[in-house]
């Protein structure tokens, strides 16, 4: 069980990468738009981070208010990523919010205790 653990947290964090690379690209570039890397990294980060909140471990499972918090935070993310991949331009405060809302879930998961 623990080498599935461990390469869902790669997918994991692959999945961070990609949303939290592709956004920050996207924004030095200044042509704010959804690319495929951020919509990829989004689902992935989601889907990862439900079977990671699977009881796999003996007793060492997160508290359920910090997995329904960062799953909370994830599905917004997709959601607004989700719904913007199409359009040319994404609206600065609407991109910053993306960025914004990746970092706070990376803060949950290490901050969170």
Do not use: C
């Amino acid at each position: 069980m623990e080498a599935l653990r461990l390469v869902l947290l790669y997918l994991h964090l692959i999945g961070f990468a990609l949303l939290f690379g592709g956004a920050v690209a996207q924004y030095v570039t200044g042509r704010l738009r959804v690319n495929p890397a951020m919509l990829w990294g989004a689902g992935l980060a989601v889907l990862a981070g439900l079977g990671l909140a699977a009881p796999l471990r003996d007793g060492d499972e997160p508290a359920p208010a910090k997995l329904a918090t960062k799953l909370i935070i994830g599905l917004m993310i997709f959601v607004m990523v989700f719904f913007s991949r199409k359009r040319e331009t994404v609206n600065r405060g609407h991109f910053l919010a993306i960025i914004g809302l990746t970092l706070v879930n990376v803060a949950v998961a290490v901050f969170w205790r």
